[in-house]
């Protein structure tokens, strides 16, 4: 079982949607402070184990246990992005829209 902060380890994977990147961090700036700071934990998780195509393979209850992080916070992080068209989700995937 990995620690809540294992991700900050590992090397991030660098892909051309580093733009839609810093759109997520703007829009999450313009929530409470308490959610910007973890949807910056998210963001940061999400580039360290996302594939280059700007894919992460994972289930929200996985995230919850990876980043020590309460469902329903993670649930308005992802929300917020996925209004915004900046995410997508499906059955245990998080994708970033290219635009």
């Excluded at 090397?11 to 759109?23: A, R, T, V």
């Excluded at 999450?28 to 580039?47: H, M, V």
């Amino acid at each position: 079982m990995a620690s809540s902060t294992s991700y900050k380890n590992n090397e991030k994977n660098y892909y051309p949607e580093q733009l839609i990147i810093q759109e997520c961090r703007n829009c999450l700036k313009t929530a409470s402070p308490s959610l910007n700071d973890k949807g910056e934990r998210f963001l940061e998780y999400f580039q360290s184990n996302s594939t280059k195509e700007g894919v992460l393979f994972r289930t929200i209850q996985e995230l919850t246990r990876e980043l020590n992080m309460p469902h329903q916070t993670l649930t308005k992080i992802l929300k917020v992005l996925e209004n915004n068209e900046l995410i997508y989700r499906r059955n245990g995937i998080i994708g970033l829209w290219k635009k």
